[in-house]
């Protein structure tokens, strides 16, 4: 009986140790508990082992459903029913132990005589039957009998419940193999999910340091964002002001297109107009040249009426600190247009201390009347004597040569007319500065008619038959080396100063830097040479060109300023010592060129075939500006002083000869 009980002891213990099925889905990781996924990645994870532990759970459960006890509960009923009805049902198990302790005992003790079967105590109730007395031993061997048959029953009921067992156990081997089995699989399973646990594990801590790194870019992100979205706030702005600005442009390029279609049609309009103005100014400049030409013609026949030769008279003021004249000692008797005409006579009367009359009475002074183109009284302005030259300067631009002479003793204003007075004062300019302002003026005022004009000054002096430039600069300043009177060329007509200076002008200032230096050459000479100004002749000579490159005119003439050397006599009276011998000299020089100048008028007046030009170094070089076409006035500037009566009426004789004569038509040169 032992080694059969120890197999259902063992499917009992197997089962308890390899149970508690309940328990077992236990075993597997929970959820959540070991993982930290998320819920779905666990589900998923988990769902084989749920599924598995599902199965297995059913399994135990129809494992566990079948009762434990109920294999010995059905032995004991099994038990039950067989033995007397009086041992209760929970009873078996020590009833087991009773047939156990009874088997025990059995084994080593001697067989027990069989018992009555009515007499047999119920051993099996647990009560202990009646010792019968040892002399019964009927009794006895009846007691022992249903007792031996009782445990036969048992015996058999066991060898059954040890068969149903054998059976159970066999099941539940093979359960336990195929629980075996299945644990393994879930071991293996549980592994696999452990693996996975720690795959994913590892994977959660990337995903952590992944995270992290996440965040902390979410973090950079975050700041760029929160810049960017600054920024965006900025160009907002910014856009908005664009957009503002955008419509103000539009708004003026609206306007400014309104304007500009205006603009345009305006322009079209202008076009039009601007077509038929330049046909019409076409016209008018064909007109206004046909009326320049004429002009020009009127204004020379209004110079040739006038004369081409004119003279006029100048008289100085009265110096500060000069003797007062005696009255009517200088009359300017008025025109026969009474006081309102300009003066052109002049009256001087002379006393004569010599001539006495009969009763010793002085003799009345006799009276000298001369006659000029025009007279200037002492207090004429420079302005006005420009006004009356004015018109004859201009010849020189349309190609006639004009000749200004100043002629007269030294003192009488020659200088103060031609260049002005002293100080820069613009009152008291001469007529050369005036003249060239004039000549710039118009020949600007041509450039309109499509006329262009250049001008070449030049300045030099005349002193005792010698030539000096007066625009000498450097070494040759003030030294004035020889200068020589030539021809420009082989057959030319054009004379020249070798040496000298010819410099373009156009403008005043350049003219007025002329004058200075010529002032400054003649001071140094001045100091080598004791009032060697007065005692020379001065020309300033301005070669004009002209060009109308459109009708293909040119014309060109010479414009010379002559402020000639004193005109007066030595006087006879004085003893002559080494100076004023140079000075009779000198005299002689000047006189000599003085009465050639005379001299060459006269032959050009009278039309001799001879025109004494070369007599004189002055009228050479003024040959061509004295010539037919030439066109020639004469100041002869007159002291206003009682003591220089003799001079003054040398003076007014000289002129009034030049007066007298008449050149031929002049020609303009014109090629
Ligand atoms: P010239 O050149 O004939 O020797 P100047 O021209 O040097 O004479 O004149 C002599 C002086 O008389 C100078 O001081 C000058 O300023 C003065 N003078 C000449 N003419 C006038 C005038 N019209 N008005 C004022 N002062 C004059
Ligand atoms: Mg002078």
Redesign the pocket.
Known sequence: MEPQRSPLLEVRGNIQLKRPPVKAPSRLPLPGTRFKRGPDQMEDALEPEKKRTRGLDTVTKIATSRPRAPALTTVAQTQGQTTAPKVPKKTGPRCSTAVATVLKNQKPGPAAPAQKPGAAAPVLGGRKPTKRPAWDLKGQLCDLNAELKCCRERTQTLDQENQQLQDQLREAQQQAKSLGAECRTLEGELARVQAQAEQGQQELGNLRARVLELEEQLGTQQGLVQELQKEQLGLQEERRGLAARLEEQERRLQASEAALSGSQAEVASLRQEATTQAALLVEQGERLHGLEMERRRLHNQLQELKGNIRVFC?V??V?PGEPTPPPGFLLFPSGPGGPSDPPTRLSLSRSDERRGTLSGAPAPPTRHDFSFDRVFP?GSGQDEVFEEIAMLVQSALDGYPVCIFAY?Q????????MEG??GGDPQVEGLIPRALRHLFSVAQELGSQGWTYSFVASYVEIYNETVRDLLATGTRKGQGGECEIRRAGPGSEELTVTNARYVPVSCEKEVEALLHLAHQNRAVARTAQNERS?RSHSVFQLQISGEHAGRGLQCGAPLSLV?LA?SERLDPGLTLGPGERERLRETQAINSSLSTLGLVIMALSNKESHVPYRNSKLTYLLQNSLGGSAKMLMFV?ISPLEENVSESLNSLRFASKVNQCVIGTAQANRK
């Open positions: 100048r100085r003021p110096l002492p007269g030294t003192g009488s204003g020659k200088t103060f007319t007075g002293p007065s402020d004193g500037n």
